[in-house]
């Protein structure tokens, strides 16, 4: 790959979606675009669901991204909710595979800790590092946007170790 | 409309997605194809997911269903299982989503109620009745495909009833 890949992180939801593109750059990563998709609430879910997935389709006709790294299933929540999740996390899924993008799960912790240092910091802590690392004027908002932007860094800082360990 | 409705059912799953579609006729609803959509077990969840996908719009574009009928959510199922289902099920949804088709949902107890007369009615004992009510030449096979054909029939009932009320 001649250009720096392109990482889309995603932070599924069922009311938001955080997105969150960079660039790999060997020092410093560069974000390209971050934010949410916020469907309005008083469309029917199955609408909501389409927006999720148009939005990311059109994020990756946008982006060109060479992978996407996707925040990896909660275990601990009820059956219904891991349902309606499982929905909004397939919307990005089948985004990324009708494109032939490879997908990489991180579980939220692994982000964080890549990201802080401890896999147990608040979102707060998450959104003040991101917004060192990255360069960015203020910390990110809303904290979903944080945590894509986090999950796209894991990936990033995943296959920089990789590399520095394939050199040796 | 002037055609009489096409009823496309759904049961999803994330290892064999059954599908049955009929058109609602007065006296005996018309079975148009029926099947399963079993990715093979080799490929990424991801390509299993995007032929899931890509499965349902090829029904829907060879088809032209007017309504999508999928079996609701199980709620008994442990949270990582229910994740995945709801992955798979997001497949249809999206599917029938975008291509503005209604979506309906029936838990599967309604649906073997509508077609068998008892909501614990076992696997058998469906595909018996569904090969009985549709004039089928045997049982249809897999289970699943007999499960998305109930769907599609509880579906027809209950517009069939809906219609009867309207005209008292």
Redesign the interface.
Same mark, same amino acid.
């Given at each position: 790959m001649s250009q720096p890949p392109i990482i889309l992180g995603i932070d599924p939801g069922t009311l938001i979606t955080g997105f969150g593109i960079i660039r790999v750059h060997p020092q410093t990563p560069q974000v390209l675009d971050y934010g949410c998709i916020r469907p309005p609430s008083k469309l029917t879910c199955?609408?909501r669901?389409?927006i999720i997935?148009n939005s990311i389709e059109a994020l990756i006709e946008k982006h060109h991204p060479d992978v996407l790294a996707i925040e990896s299933?909660?275990?601990?929540?009820?059956?219904?909710?891991?349902?309606? %999740?499982?929905? *909004? /996390?397939?919307?990005a899924? %089948?985004a990324? *595979? /009708?494109k032939q993008i490879p997908?990489f799960e991180y579980a939220p912790k692994k982000a964080k800790l890549a990201v802080v240092g401890t896999g147990t910091a608040s979102k707060e802590q998450v959104q003040r590092m991101i917004q060192l690392l990255l360069h960015l004027p203020h910390p990110p908002t809303p904290e979903d946007a944080a945590d894509a932007l986090a999950i796209a860094l894991c990936h990033a800082h995943t296959i920089g170790v990789k590399n520095r360990l394939a050199v040796r």
């Open positions: 199955y609408e669901y389409l997935f299933q909660f275990v601990y929540r009820n059956p219904q909710t891991a349902m309606k %999740l499982g929905i *909004a /996390r397939g919307m899924l %089948l990324a *595979a /009708r997908i």
